[in-house]
Structures are given as C-alpha cells and as structure tokens.
C-alpha cells in the first residue's frame, strides 16, 4: 500500500503583482493568466508530487502583498515548513522589498523555516532590473535557495517546490 504524502506547508511572500498567485496556478493547475485577480487575504491550493518511492504534499498558501493584511500573519506563518520569497525581475523595488518580507518572516516564521527566492518573470529577461550575480548574493547571505522562474512558460516552477522538498528531506 502507498504510505500517506508527506505534508508541507508552503507560504507565498512578495510585493503585489510579482506573480505570487501565478506561479501558484502554473504549478497546481499548468494554468496561466495574462489578467490575474489580485489576490484578497490568503487563498489556498494543494499539489502532490512524486519523488522515486516517496510523495509529497504541498499545501501552499497565497496572500495579498498589501500592508494592510499584515496583521494575518502571524496565523499565515504558523506551521509553515517553506517560503517563497519573490520578486519580478524586471522589477528592482520588488527585490529591495524582499528585505522587508524576510524582517517579516524573522519575526513570524517558524525558526527552521525552508527559503526560496524565485526571481519571477523570467521570460522577460532582455528588461531584467537586478544583476543575477546581485540576487544570488542576497540569497546566499540569508541562507536560501535562489531559482529564476516563469509561471508564463513554466521555466523552474515545478524545480522551486522540488529544491524545498530536497532540502527539507536530503534522502528523496
Ligand atoms: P501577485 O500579486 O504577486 O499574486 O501577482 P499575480 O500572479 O497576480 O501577477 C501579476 C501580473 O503579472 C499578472 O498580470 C500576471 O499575468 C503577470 N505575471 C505573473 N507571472 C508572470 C511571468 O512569469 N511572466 C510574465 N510576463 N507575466 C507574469
């Protein structure tokens, strides 16, 4: 019989319109929007993948960007296993806002808490605002992953939610 997946928490954080919600409906449902909603409050998806003989469920949280849902958040973070920090790249003040989100998950977040940061909108890279060489160096200086990705043609979705669960379980 196959053993029941794994679960883990997985919570979206970034500035308003740098494709939280996107992202989250490319890797769930291998949808994509050219007008999403913005996202009101936190919003809820699930997806199960396989690693070799193991399954891992994602139970990804979603919220809105704007200041005024701050106060959700210590209920957003509690249990969460992972975050995605993301930024647009074609966007410098949404890689300067990852400071504050990451000053935010310090103080909300569980302590052991798994941090990606996906560099989103990756298919408009001719306009990319921030040096690659610069947000691998953020990255690493907070100690999280770093992946580009497009939730407009998918490059690096499913891979951001596989280096959480690699790095969560080195023996997947
Ligand atoms: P959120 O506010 O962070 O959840 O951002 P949304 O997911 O609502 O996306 C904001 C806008 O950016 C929408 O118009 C999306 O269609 C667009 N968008 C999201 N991801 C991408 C991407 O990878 N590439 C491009 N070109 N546009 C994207």
Not at 70 to 76: E, I
Request: hydrophobic share 40%.
């Amino acid at each position: 019989m196959q053993k029941a997946p794994t679960q883990v928490k997985v919570v979206l954080l970034g500035d308003s319109g740098v494709g939280k919600s996107s992202l989250v409906l490319r890797f769930v449902a291998d949808n994509f929007k050219n007008d999403a909603d913005a996202t009101i409050g936190a919003s809820y998806m699930g997806k199960i993948l396989q690693f070799n003989d193991k399954m891992i469920k994602f139970n990804i949280w979603d919220t809105a960007g704007q200041e005024r849902y701050h106060s959700l958040a210590k209920m957003y973070y509690r249990d969460a296993n992972a975050a995605i920090m993301v930024y647009d790249i074609t966007k410098r003040d949404s890689f300067e806002g990852l400071k504050r989100w990451h000053k935010e998950l310090q103080e909300f977040g569980p302590k052991d808490i798994v941090v990606t940061i996906a560099g989103n909108k990756e298919d408009l890279v001719e306009t990319e605002a921030v040096p690659q060489e610069e947000a691998k160096e953020y990255s690493k200086s907070i100690g999280a992953l770093y992946r580009k990705t497009s939730a407009k043609t998918n490059y690096g979705v499913e891979q951001v939610f596989r280096d959480i669960a690699t790095k969560m379980c080195p023996d997947l």
